[in-house]
Nanobody, 123 residues
């Protein structure tokens, strides 16, 4: 059974940093395209970053480029999203997801999703 467990969200002041984690079970994470998405109140879900299987291609949304880093820890079967210089507009629920059949980044259909973790940025 494919499963994700997310952790690492919280509240920070503008300019702060947080690292989100997404622990996978039931499959080997390195063999699948992974993505991080976020949804702010009253807004549609948007992609933040993605990375294809075996780390072939990496994508960042323009709004987070040069501030966020997506990575995989294959030894722990865990994906991470590191955010630096967080701003109030980064406030959202963040979700990790995996494409089981596809290998598209950006784009593609994501089949399995984490439960979401909240990042709140305010002074």
């Amino acid at each position: 059974q494919f499963k994700f467990v997310e952790s690492g969200g919280g509240s920070v002041q503008p300019g702060g940093s947080l690292r989100l984690s997404c622990a996978a079970s039931g499959f080997i994470l390195s063999g699948y395209t992974i993505g991080w998405f976020r949804q702010a109140p009253g807004k549609e879900r948007e992609i933040v970053s993605c990375k294809t299987r075996h780390d072939g291609t990496t994508y960042y949304a323009h709004s987070v480029k040069d501030r966020f880093i997506i990575s995989r820890d294959n030894a722990k079967n865990t994906a991470h999203l590191q955010g630096y210089n967080l701003q109030p507009e980064d406030t959202a629920v963040y979700y990790c997801a995996a494409q089981i059949a596809g290998d598209y980044c950006p784009g593609g259909e994501y089949d399995y999703w984490g439960q979401g973790t909240q990042i709140s940025v305010s002074s």
